[in-house]
């Protein structure tokens, strides 16, 4: 299958170059612009894929409050602009989106059947961007994650979570977390191989895909300080004490059971995935 992957130098297209069997385009931000549907239609037509991967985003989550526009862009218009293409084409498209598509007033994990009600700008141009994925691009997979951390994320200019705690410990600083936000921390890796055993379902759709089991923030940065013996003095916050710009689901955990349905085994725990990314990052032994 000619697959062409967008955002192919970030966590998940890093991955995804690395994991999946095909005949692979991968796409920096440098060889396509998914804002400009004229950029869309030339790397369609010089790469003639059968299915495109869309993980491009724009996720400030703080900045976009202020400044909208680069978030709609990216992931609403972006979204559009690759699945007119894909309609156009006869193309497959798959489309990564994200748990902030929720409000997190659940206490046990959504469903792909849950209502959406995203809290903040970045999250709204995301769900924007799905939609138009449901609407405009006849065969379809939306996959919605959570927290990723992936090798690219260790690169110069690039970041995750687990790179930002890393980061905190080396230059010693006292290190607050939020305690009250709940997630499903996903390993890039883990990621890419399921999207790919999706893709050979042929069972297009919504879905939910992370590494199993739920911690929050505080637990994940305490996690990362085990598995590495890194002993930095680690409390929690509350959000509201934390004051991000833009506001988070407190809960927003997913429930994997439509991939499961789909014939897709579920990931492994959120915890075997962060030792594998440790020892990928040469700081675990494994
Ligand atoms: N990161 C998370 O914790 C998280 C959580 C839930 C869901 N997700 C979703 O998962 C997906 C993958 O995330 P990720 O962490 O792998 O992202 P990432 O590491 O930031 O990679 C995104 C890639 O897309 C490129 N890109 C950005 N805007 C573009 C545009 N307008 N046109 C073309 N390329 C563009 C970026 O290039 P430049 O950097 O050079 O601009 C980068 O290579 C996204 O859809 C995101 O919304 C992420």
């Given at each position: ?18 994991t999946l ?5 991968p796409l920096?931000?440098?060889?396509v ?26 996720h ?8 909208p ?5 990216t992931?609403?218009?972006g ?6 293409a ?7 498209l ?6 902030y598509?929720?409000g ?32 405009l691009?006849p ?7 959570t927290g ?11 970041s ?19 305690a009250?936000?709940y997630?499903?921390?996903t ?7 399921a ?10 759709g919504?879905?939910?895909i992370?590494?199993s089991?739920s ?5 994940l ?20 004490e934390?004051g ?5 689901p ?14 897709v085994?579920?990931?492994?725990t ?9 020892t ?7």
């Amino acid at each position: 299958m000619r697959i062409m992957i967008i955002g192919a130098d970030g966590q998940l297209g890093t991955d995804l170059v690395r994991t999946l069997d095909g005949e692979l385009s991968p796409l920096t931000h440098a060889d396509v612009e998914i804002s400009d549907r004229a950029s869309v239609d030339a790397a369609m037509l010089k790469h003639k894929p059968e299915l495109v991967i869309n993980t491009a985003a724009y996720h400030q989550v703080d900045l976009a409050e202020d400044n909208p526009a680069p978030a709609f862009a990216t992931n609403t218009m972006g979204a559009r602009n690759l699945a007119l293409a894909c309609a156009d084409h006869d193309v497959d498209l798959f489309h990564v989106s994200t748990d902030y598509v929720f409000g997190g007033d659940k206490r046990d994990p959504y469903e792909v059947t849950d209502l959406p009600g995203p809290l903040n700008v970045y999250g709204t141009s995301k769900l924007a961007g799905e939609n138009f994925v449901r609407a405009l691009a006849p065969r379809s997979y939306v996959a919605r994650t959570t927290g990723l951390f992936g090798i690219a994320g260790s690169r110069e200019g690039r970041s995750n979570f687990v790179e930002t705690m890393l980061r905190l410990a080396g230059q010693g600083r006292d290190i607050k977390v939020v305690a009250d936000q709940y997630v499903s921390p996903t390993y890039t890796r883990d990621l890419a191989v399921a999207m790919g055993q999706l893709i050979e379902t042929r069972k297009y759709g919504t879905y939910h895909i992370t590494n199993s089991t739920s911690c929050s923030w505080l637990e994940l940065a305490t996690a990362v300080f085990e598995i590495t013996k890194l002993t930095p003095n680690v409390s929690g916050t509350t959000s509201a004490e934390f004051g991000a710009k833009a506001k988070r689901p407190l809960y927003s955990v997913l429930e994997n059971g439509a991939l499961e349905r789909a014939g897709v085994p579920r990931l492994r725990t959120w915890r075997e995935g962060l030792e594998a990314y440790l020892t990928e990052r040469g700081l675990h032994a494994g």
